[in-house]
């Protein structure tokens, strides 16, 4: 099983980016797909999850309205389009499977002027 997250950067505050997580060793369209991020000296945050097929989607409150889970289970791959990026944003974000869990070594978000 491996989840290799990428398109992470540094970006100003206002900014996008859109990260990816590719994924291999298991049934990809199987499986509940989530981002977790943590900053720096604090504990993982849930961000979005969403389910087989895209038919449940969800975000943390922090991130509504500006970021945007998808999935596309042809590629295997997971993304997360992040809009109107803020200072808070920033930290290591992972893909992850959540039935049995499973990460990614992450990709780093930086947001700052």
């Known amino acids: 099983v491996q989840l290799v997250e990428s398109g992470g950067g540094m970006v100003q505050p206002g900014g996008s980016l859109r990260l990816s997580c590719a994924a291999s060793g298991f049934t990809f369209s199987l499986y509940t797909m989530m981002w977790v991020r943590q900053a720096p000296g604090k504990g993982p945050e849930w961000v979005s999850s969403i389910t087989t097929g895209g038919r449940s989607i969800t975000y943390a409150e922090s991130v509504k309205g500006r970021f945007t889970i998808s999935r596309d289970d042809t590629k295997k791959t997971l993304y997360l389009q992040m809009n109107d990026l803020k200072p808070e944003d920033t930290a290591l974000y992972y893909c992850?499977?959540?039935?049995?869990?499973?990460r990614g070594q992450g990709t780093q978000v930086t947001v700052s002027s």
């Open positions: 992850a499977r959540q039935n049995p869990p499973f």
